[in-house]
């Protein structure tokens, strides 16, 4: 079988290292792609948001199974735009991806909120704001206690969240996302809700839009400082599965939040197929989601995909065709640590194009190297971003895991190389 994968960061050459290695591979393709994902396939450089070039590509080199990484084309529509092609011409190619309307989960926080409001899955209390009753805003943040949580309403490269101690700074700004635009169109609408006091936890669901099947747990640790300190960034590493969700909490998961979103959608003639990502805050025990997103995250993904002993391709090929309940699902129970070695000034502006000195590292058991912003020229590693390399360990041993990731992102050097040491530390205190 022939693939397209469309993305360039970790996350997709996770994807596409478990792709390549499938024995149902032919030919894999990626779209842009970067320096890890070019060992795994071919590199194409394609417009992402150009849908009739991606269809004809799909055409021309006979791809039968296309694999958005990112949500971008996924909320603009992507897999409506594949499917209609499809039945059009004759040509199938399968999309291992939602539709545009179930897109809105992660495409529209406004949307979001109030499926979950109408579905009864908890979540915290909010309201919505735009140009017409902006002022109103301001008297809701009275209303709430700090800190206070304001969320553009649409896709804004993952900054469009702000979280404030200040009511007078919250104020000010949500008149800069609706009035000034600081987001442009996607902040038009504001979503402000009350914050919610807990720990973070990402769930992640595989779903054909029949069956589903749940592929784990995860932790990510967004601050570029240790002690979850500092700017926000993408993220600089990842612990899989999280010790304190144990079968009773992820039952609550399972029966309060996964059964009632994908049986709204199943209900409203939108049946869910792809990825689903749940932010979710463990409060007390409670979980109660924070947002949807409709893909894979990073880099979560680097950290779960290593456990995953299904092969990749049955199960991207699964969701397309509606047979995931075919396809023998098996986790690892090993805990992964991911680490993401970053660039020196990250989060804010990098240096790229420093060549990298990657020691020998050898194949050793359970261990994993994702490339993220990293590009190739004349036989070298280069730096291509503020986000470089991933790596992932998995052992029975959760604090094994993570003493040995630290080890392996010390192998991965740069001028200003740089990386958390306390990644999943927090986490050796459950269980």
């Keep these: 079988m022939n693939i397209l994968l469309l993305g360039s960061g970790g996350r997709e050459h996770a994807f596409a290292h478990f792709i390549h290695n499938s024995p149902l591979c032919d030919n894999l393709f990626i779209a842009p792609g970067n320096a890890g994902t070019e060992t795994c396939g071919t590199n194409i450089d394609l417009d992402l948001s150009d849908f009739n070039t991606i269809w004809e590509f799909c055409v021309n080199r006979e791809v039968k199974l296309l694999v958005p990484g990112n949500e971008d084309p996924l909320v603009a529509g992507i897999t409506d735009f594949i499917e209609a092609k499809s039945g059009e011409t004759g040509i199938h190619v399968r999309v291992a991806g939602p539709s545009k309307y179930a897109s809105q989960l992660e495409g529209s926080k406004d949307f979001s909120k109030e499926f979950m409001i109408s579905a009864g899955i908890p979540t915290a209390a909010y309201k919505t704001f735009d140009s017409s009753n902006f002022e109103s805003g301001a008297e809701f943040i009275d209303s709430l206690q700090a800190p206070y949580v304001l969320k553009a309403d649409g896709l804004a490269a993952g900054k469009g969240v702000i979280i404030t101690e200040d009511s007078e700074e ?72 999280v010790p304190f969700a144990d079968a009773v909490f992820m039952n609550k998961v399972e029966e309060r939040i996964i059964k009632p979103t994908l049986n709204k959608l199943r209900d409203a003639g939108n049946p869910y197929k792809g990825f689903l990502f749940l932010g979710l805050m463990n409060v007390d025990g409670e979980p109660q989601v924070i947002e949807y997103n409709v893909r894979m995250g990073d880099p979560e993904t680097e950290a779960i995909f290593p456990r995953l002993k299904t092969d990749m391709v049955e199960l991207l090929t699964a969701i397309g065709e ?63 971003g503020g986000r470089v390399t991933a790596v992932t360990v998995l052992e029975n041993n959760l604090k094994n895991a993570i003493e040995r990731a630290q080890l392996l992102a010390g192998d991965i050097k740069f001028e200003g190389a740089y990386f958390r040491k306390d990644i999943g530390l927090d986490l050796l205190n459950y269980g």
């Design 170 to 241: 919250a104020k000010s700004v949500l008149k800069e996302m609706i009035v000034d635009q600081k987001f442009g169109r996607s902040s038009a609408k504001v979503v402000i809700e009350e914050f919610l006091k807990g720990i973070e936890i990402s769930v992640f669901v595989v779903s054909d839009g029949t069956d589903y099947r749940i592929l784990g747990s995860a932790k990510d640790y967004k601050r570029i400082g240790e002690g979850d300190t500092g700017l926000n960034t993408g993220g600089m590493g990842a612990i899989s599965p």
């Design 322 to 384: 509606g047979t995931l309940n075919k396809v023998k699902f098996e986790l690892d129970s090993k805990f992964a640590a991911t680490v993401f070695v970053v660039s020196g000034g990250y989060p804010g502006s990098v240096k790229k194009g420093i060549k990298m000195d990657i020691a020998p590292i050898t194949k050793e058991r359970d261990q994993y190297v994702f490339h993220a912003g990293v590009k190739s020229e004349n036989g070298y590693f280069l730096t291509n």
